[in-house]
């Protein structure tokens, strides 16, 4: 297993259009997490999910932002409507639902709105 | 509501030199702090986590250091080398699962 992967790397796309990114987890890993940073500051909280289950949603999540891990395997992030200032790398991050347990993250998802 | 504090917000030292990254935290009933490190447009890599009942971990030149009581969480990079050149990112886990990030220290170590 060669780790979190996220595709795509980079997403540019106009304003008002709608983007999906997908992040594929270490396989073993029951636990998903999505992150959003902006330049300059830390990863902040978006979602996650243990298993298929969506557990936690953050308050600052629009409508706008829905995820899905439909088969407890892999999960998509969907941004509706986009704004300029959903411009932000989006991370992935999976984990065993454990106490005292390793995240790992993925390289981002760099995502641009012009 | 956790927060976490990470202070300098940047750091530039010569290549050699001992230093120590901090880490605070304002909700001591966490289950463990992780240090990550991130290089430029890149994601996070894990360096160290340090359960709640730890008092410190190490691997190779980093040691991680954890006070709970005062919450507080030290890095230190023994004989820093330019490729050590990143941000570093303390984590801490609580109840609620998700970990919360401080907003990094982006240290340069010149050659």
């Known amino acids: 297993d060669t780790g979190v992967s996220q595709d795509p790397r980079h997403k540019i796309t106009k304003r008002g259009q709608n983007v999906t990114f997908r992040c594929d987890p270490i396989s073993e890993h029951n636990r998903l997490y999505w992150y959003r940073q902006t330049l300059g500051q830390g990863p902040e909280f978006l979602t996650y999910f243990q298993n298929e289950a969506q557990l936690e949603k953050s308050r600052l999540l629009s409508d706008r932002f829905s995820a899905e891990r439909p088969k407890g395997s892999f999960s998509t992030l969907e941004i509706q409507r986009t704004e300029q200032g959903d411009s932000a790398m989006y991370l992935c991050a999976s984990s065993l639902a454990q106490i005292n347990t390793e995240a790992f993250f993925g390289q981002g998802t760099r995502l641009t709105v012009v | ?111």
């Open chain 2, 1 to 111: 509501k956790q927060e976490v504090t990470q202070i300098p917000a940047a750091l530039s030292v010569p290549e050699g030199e001992n230093l120590v990254l901090n880490c605070s935290f304002t909700d001591s009933a966490i289950y463990n702090l992780q240090w990550f490190r991130q290089d430029p447009g890149k994601g996070l890599t894990s360096l160290l986590l340090i359960q709640s009942s730890q008092r410190e971990q190490t691997s190779g030149r980093l040691n991680a250091s954890l006070d709970k009581s005062s919450g507080r969480s030290t890095l230190y990079i023994a004989a820093s080398q330019p490729g050590d050149s990143a941000t570093y990112l303390c984590a801490a886990q609580g109840g609620s699962e998700k970990l919360v990030f401080g907003k990094g220290t982006k240290l340069t170590v010149n050659p």
